[in-house]
């Protein structure tokens, strides 16, 4: 999970570059396209099969988890910086919380709410509403991690587990990429700008964030609790304000710091109370 928070981070920094070089539906079209090709490629050379699992799972997946996500997302980048647009899409493991109550009868159980707590005032105090000056930038990030949150929750409902994650994660890349190379063609935009740092920027994206952090993500959501994987995955807007300072100068506030203190603490208790509760599980 360390390394998906790692990955997805740092993805903030390189999708805000890439954006001045592309509109948002050509940059979500070229990584959506080039990370779909790139994670069948993997998968077929590690023999796995390349049929479609569930095409139901995997086209929801693809237009809502990746389409809708990526583009909400792209667009609240124009106008917000990476670290706060991060933190404010991770409000995502507060909707899975309660998607997943909804829809899988999940429950928090006892001092795990002291985590949920510590890492929702490190989201306040992150976000600090009281000092928004672009509510479209805030809806718009805000939206992409309910939507995000909604298709996780859902694909629990339906349960990867069996299928091959490759695969799946291949085929929602490429169902997500449909909607948008449509969108990409029928609208009237300046092309993207084929420089260095665009390539750059676009290659990080397809590489990792697109392939490499799917492919985790499915991995975590089939390997555990659809409330914990979320809880767990606010570590990445941790990785990208701490990015985003020091490459963009978007330097943290003291109060900004003090929320990503609350939130390593929720992800350190998590992580010890997960260890122990595995220990105290008796060993067949």
């Known amino acids: 999970m360390l390394a998906l928070c790692a990955v997805w981070g740092y993805s903030w920094i390189a999708m805000k570059v890439g954006l001045r070089h592309a509109h948002p539906f050509d940059f979500a079209a070229h990584r959506l396209v080039l990370g779909a090709l790139l994670v069948f490629a ?8 390349l049929t479609l699992p569930d095409y139901r799972l995997a086209a929801m997946l693809g237009f809502v988890q990746v389409a809708a996500f990526v583009l909400l997302s792209h667009y609240a980048l124009l106008v917000a910086g ?19 109550a909804m829809l899988l009868g999940e429950r928090m159980r006892g001092v ?13 105090l992150i976000v600090s509403p009281w000092r928004l000056t672009s509510l479209e930038g805030s809806v718009l990030a805000v939206a992409s991690g309910a939507v995000w949150a909604f298709a996780a929750v859902l694909s629990k409902k339906w349960s990867v587990k069996g299928a091959d994650l490759l695969a799946l994660t291949a085929w929602q890349l490429l169902f997500g990429s449909i909607p948008l190379v449509l969108l990409s063609l029928a609208h009237d935009h300046p092309g993207a700008s084929w420089n260095g740092e665009y390539l750059l920027a676009l290659a990080y994206a397809t590489l990792f964030a697109t392939a490499a952090g799917w492919a985790l993500w499915t991995y975590v959501l089939a390997n555990a609790p659809a409330g914990m994987a979320g809880l767990n995955s606010l570590g990445v807007p941790v990785f990208a304000v701490t990015a985003s300072w020091l490459q963009l100068g978007e330097r943290p506030t003291p109060v900004e710091f003090a929320g990503m203190a609350l939130i390593a603490f929720a992800l350190v208790f998590l992580a010890w109370n997960g260890l122990r509760r595995a220990e105290a599980t008796p060993v067949d």
Do not use: I
């Not at 670290?83 to 997943?100: D, I, S």
């Not at 795990?112 to 306040?124: E, K, N």
């Open 42 to 49: 993997l998968a077929g050379a590690r023999g796995s099969r």
């Open 112 to 124: 795990q709410w002291l985590a949920v707590g510590a890492a929702f005032a490190g989201l306040v």
């Open 82 to 100: 990476p670290g706060k647009t991060a933190v404010l899409t991770y409000t995502m493991p507060f909707w899975m919380l309660l998607f997943a």
